[in-house]
């Protein structure tokens, strides 16, 4: 999964969780292949990180539901 596909997801989400248009930064967390940063800019209903883990063959039913568990904690 990359960087796109993971922007996507998290976008979709956090749209269904009622944010229409986040400002996201989207980072790769260094050393740690399949591990990504969300940073939700300016945000007032959930937390300002969230901290997925995806790899090659992770679907995108995984990461949304590990973007809502975590903005929904």
């Known amino acids: ?24 930064t989207i980072e790769q967390v260094a050393g740690q292949p399949g591990q990504w940063r969300i940073d939700i800019h300016g945000n007032r209903q959930g937390p300002g990180t969230l901290k997925i883990r995806c790899g090659e063959g992770s679907t995108a039913q995984w990461v949304r539901s590990q973007i809502i568990d975590q903005y929904t904690a």
């Open 1 to 24: 999964m990359d960087h796109q596909d993971v922007e996507r997801i998290a976008r979709a989400a956090l749209r269904e969780l009622g944010l229409p248009k986040p400002e996201l």
